[in-house]
């Protein structure tokens, strides 16, 4: 199991909100009209970012 973003959900025009919801800090952006990328090694699937994301672009999927 592991999450990821949809792109096709996902805006990419702004600092993904989602990145300081993380507590592990496995969340990150390469600037602010990029897609946000998981570590999946340091991702523990909370899914904080997933009920944080308003537009629903954080998934889980196997």
Known sequence: MRII????????????PS???CPQGAISQKDIYSLPL?????????EKCMRFCPKGAFEKVE
Do not use: G, M
């Open 38 to 46: 998981v570590d999946e090694t340091a991702c523990v699937i909370c």
């Open 19 to 21: 990145i300081a919801v």
């Open 5 to 16: 973003v949809n792109s096709a959900k996902c805006p990419q025009n702004h600092l993904c």
